[in-house]
């Protein structure tokens, strides 16, 4: 039919013209296609992004919580330990201020003036060791040794709890 058109046009030129036509209607269709599996992975891609924020967001609650409940526990650890470093600080000090008070140890203002030299040995004690100190450092030791036997419990407490301890 084409050639009764087109008679200059030979019959491999009508067959070209076909063969490209139908070349384009196959390209055609592998380019609907490849748009078709671009929207599809495009689509995929959106749900996987979706996907790890919500991945995201769940982890990031649970460590939120975590991090809550460490506090929390925590400060439950604190408290007892300030209790407790409270009730020993009161028998300590109790203790000190049940001791009798003495003005100066025996041998003290003898040898007071003579540098470097000893207190004479005492029967029931260290001799020239004997450390008198004053009734408030005796206060101030009795408060530092309850906090340091609460703290030194408090920390066993975390070991043994199996909480993160730096080193």
């Known amino acids: 039919m084409l050639l009764r058109f087109?008679?200059?046009?030979?019959?491999?030129?009508l067959i070209v013209i076909a063969m490209l036509g139908a070349a384009l209607k196959i390209q055609a269709t592998r380019l609907d296609k490849a748009k078709a599996a671009l929207a599809a992975s495009t689509?995929?891609?959106?749900?996987?992004?979706?996907?790890?924020?919500?991945?995201?967001d769940r982890a990031n609650a649970d460590w939120q919580a975590q991090l809550g409940r460490l506090a929390a526990a925590q400060r439950r650890q604190k408290d007892d330990t300030d209790?407790?470093?409270?009730?020993?600080?009161?028998?300590y000090r109790d203790?000190?201020?049940?001791?009798?008070?003495?003005?100066?140890?025996?041998?003290?203002?003898?040898?007071s003036a003579l540098p470097g030299?000893?207190?004479?040995?005492?029967?029931?004690?260290?001799?020239a060791d004997t450390l008198i100190l004053a009734r408030a450092d005796a206060l101030i030791c009795a408060e530092n040794s309850a906090r340091l036997a609460a703290a030194h419990d408090w920390a066993k407490g975390l070991i043994s709890d199996g909480s993160p301890v730096s080193p």
């Open 6 to 13: 087109a008679p200059q046009l030979g019959l491999a030129s």
């Open 43 to 56: 689509a995929a891609h959106a749900r996987d992004i979706a996907t790890v924020r919500a991945a995201q």
């Open 83 to 91: 209790r407790k470093a409270d009730t020993a600080t009161i028998l």
């Open 95 to 111: 203790r000190v201020l049940r001791l009798p008070g003495r003005a100066t140890a025996e041998g003290i203002a003898a040898h």
């Open 117 to 127: 030299a000893g207190l004479p040995p005492r029967a029931d004690g260290p001799g």
